[in-house]
């Protein structure tokens, strides 16, 4: 089945700095990648996601980077903000229907 | 839309007791997936439904867990008899297609005593 390592599991940015978070994932089949946003008593929200024909997608301060050679996609947030503090999980998809999950980042951006 | 709805948002009960989770899927969406959180283990998939028909409960505990779907709209997971290492967030999520991505209810925090 797929497996989905994330990197690194904490990461503690000054306010204003950019922050990267990395996924690799094993299945050759997987096609689709989703980020979620993870605040504190909250479920997981979609913040961005991107398909295997695109390399790379941008949504204001947030843009995702897919290598589908090297299979790993990476996540991009510029000009952090005390609000962008979370969990944040990357995870990927084939068509089969369910996503596979990394272990999460721990963002923390230092006013 | 409301958004998946899940309840209750928390519960406490004794070991050896029955608990209920529920979930409402988004409407129109045709999978539907219970995950489970705790520190140690992340996010865990139980069982994931398409147009309500259970496809994959490899990832349920044991026997004890239970799952149903009876229509499109509801979703429960049953805990019988609970223990406290059942104690967790558990999560409802839906999806359109099921290669699109989730939306997430606000979760079901159990507490087992």
């Known amino acids: 089945g797929e497996n989905v390592e994330q990197h690194p599991s904490t990461l503690s940015v000054q306010e204003g700095d950019s922050a990267v978070i990395k996924c690799t994932y094993s299945?050759?089949?997987?096609?689709?990648f989703p980020w979620y946003k993870q605040e504190l008593g909250k479920g997981p929200q979609l913040i961005i996601d991107?398909?295997?024909?695109?390399g790379e997608k941008k949504d204001q301060r947030i843009a995702v980077t897919l290598n589908k050679t090297a299979k790993h996609f990476s996540l991009h947030i510029t000009e952090t903000q005390p609000e962008d503090s979370a969990v944040y999980f990357c995870?990927?998809?084939?068509?089969?229907?369910?996503?596979?999950f990394g272990d999460g980042t721990t963002l923390t951006v230092k006013p | 839309d409301a958004g998946v709805i899940q309840s209750p948002r928390h519960e406490v009960t004794e070991m050896g007791q029955e608990v209920t989770l529920r979930c409402k899927p988004i409407?129109?969406?045709?999978?539907l997936f219970w995950y489970r959180q705790t520190m140690m283990r992340g996010l865990e998939l139980l069982i994931y439904?398409?147009?309500?028909?259970?496809?994959?409960d490899s990832g349920m505990p044991e026997d004890r867990f239970s799952a149903k779907m009876p229509n499109a709209s509801f979703s429960t997971l049953k805990i019988q008899p609970s223990e406290p290492r059942d104690s967790a967030v558990y999560f409802c999520?839906?999806?359109?297609?099921?290669?699109?991505?989730?939306?997430f209810g606000s979760g079901t925090r159990l507490t087992v005593v």
């Open positions: 999520a839906s999806s359109l297609r099921g290669s699109g991505g989730y939306t």
């Open positions: 439904f398409n147009n309500n028909v259970p496809i994959d």
């Open positions: 995870a990927a998809s084939t068509n089969a229907g369910k996503s596979t």
């Open positions: 409407s129109g969406h045709d999978y």
């Open positions: 299945d050759s089949a997987s096609n689709y």
């Open positions: 991107i398909r295997s024909n695109v």
